[in-house]
């Protein structure tokens, strides 16, 4: 059985959609944890994330999350780095880490045993002329762990928008 001309060309328009639909799902699959969190970041973070950076160091204690302007005079992006980490160091002595989780992913290391072990982790708030800081501290070996693991997968898809310190 022979198409028609009209029919063939349908079916070759379809099949030409449907490949390209194809195409553009590969390239966010293909998409990298670095690209994916830079993407989504607006959905967590008021901040504009190319205009600041985050800064990790993990401590003996535990750690301490600074997020700086790059531009400390962009008053506006400090305004709203200070805004954004003093609810979330309110939210994480809660064990409420469900920002992290969206951006980063459930499994993301380290995020179950903070979530549990909320209570064994003093979180404090402070801020700094170009941005503010996360202070994070234990006595308790596992959630110390817990705390690097997720320093280290954050700066791991961060990328280019975080550093160790």
């Known amino acids: 059985m022979s198409l028609s001309t009209p029919t063939r060309t349908v079916f070759n328009l379809a099949k030409a959609?449907?490949?390209?639909l194809l195409l553009g799902n590969s390239a966010v699959?293909?998409?990298?944890?670095?690209?994916?969190?830079?993407q989504m970041s607006h959905s967590v973070m008021p901040f504009d994330m190319s205009k600041t950076i985050h800064i990790f160091k993990m401590t003996e204690s535990g750690?301490?999350?600074?997020?700086?302007a790059r531009d400390p005079s962009e008053s506006d992006q400090v305004a709203l780095i200070k805004q954004h980490l003093k609810h979330e160091a309110e939210r994480f002595q809660r064990g409420d880490y469900s920002d992290p989780a969206m951006l980063h992913g459930?499994?993301?290391?380290?995020?179950?045993?903070?979530?549990?072990?909320?209570?064994?982790?003093?979180?404090?708030?402070?801020?700094?002329?170009?941005?503010?800081?996360?202070?994070?501290k234990t006595t308790d070996l596992h959630l110390l762990t817990a705390i690097h693991r997720w320093f280290g997968a954050q700066l791991s898809e961060h990328g280019a928008d975080a550093k160790a310190e």
């Open 17 to 20: 959609i449907a490949v390209l």
């Open 29 to 38: 699959f293909a998409q990298t944890p670095q690209e994916r969190v830079h």
């Open 63 to 68: 750690g301490v999350e600074r997020v700086i």
């Open 106 to 136: 459930t499994d993301m290391p380290g995020l179950k045993e903070l979530r549990a072990g909320a209570s064994g982790i003093k979180v404090s708030y402070a801020e700094l002329s170009a941005g503010a800081e996360i202070t994070f």
